[in-house]
């Protein structure tokens, strides 16, 4: 296993701290006063728990790589995996954003009425970094991604940016209103941010 790297930055913060999210990197932010013996002092001192993250990464990469390998001739859609043989459809990402559309659309329509509210329109993008975004005039963009989710992930997603017409943040109200309509929206949230590797992973079959 290749060792990771050590970066520090100097910046103007209060407190040190410790970045890590791969296995390769680690970033460590101290304050401008501190000097090598201290910023090597406090490394030295939570050693242990960078010890356990790298692990962890590590132990999440080499799961991710064995289910990746293990389904190398299926696709995850909607939660189940499918022999890519069978598929009706080309493995290209416009063919999955119709497929996807074809829940998302009627889907929002069904939810925005539930929940009393109005957007103005749908689309599905290529966005890798986020699930689903509303704009400030109400339009709807959700993630290729979501293709390979189950329904009920998607349903949050799409009851989460519904909440955001009536709220533009992630206030209390806000997650009220999400958790009124999604009573799981908590744990649904965190296995999205589970998956979302796996999903990004699953994007380079796509043409």
Request: charge should be positive.
């Amino acid at each position: 296993m290749l060792k990771p790297s050590l970066q520090i930055f100097k910046k103007p913060i209060k407190n040190p701290r410790i970045t890590i999210k791969t296995s390769q990197k680690i970033i460590v932010s101290v304050p401008l006063h501190f000097s090598s013996y201290h910023t090597q002092a406090f490394i030295e001192y939570h050693q242990k728990w960078i010890d356990k993250t790298l692990a962890k990464i590590s132990k999440n990469h080499q799961d991710l790589s064995d289910e990746i390998l293990l389904h190398t001739h299926q696709i995850l859609i909607f939660g189940q995996w499918q022999d890519i043989a069978t598929l009706s459809y080309p493995l290209q990402k416009n063919a999955f954003k119709e497929l996807l559309y074809t829940y998302i659309a009627p889907r929002t329509q069904e939810l925005a009425n539930t929940m009393n509210l109005d957007f103005q329109h749908i689309k599905i993008t290529n966005a890798c970094s986020k699930f689903g975004s509303c704009t400030y005039d109400n339009r709807l963009f959700f993630s290729l991604m979501l293709v390979f989710a189950p329904y009920h992930l998607i349903d949050y997603v799409i009851i989460h940016e519904l909440a955001h017409i009536h709220h533009k943040n992630h206030s209390q109200d806000f997650w009220h209103l999400v958790t009124k309509h999604c009573l799981h929206a908590k744990d649904y949230r965190a296995q999205l941010r589970k998956e979302a590797k796996l999903y990004l992973e699953l994007l380079q079959k796509l043409s």
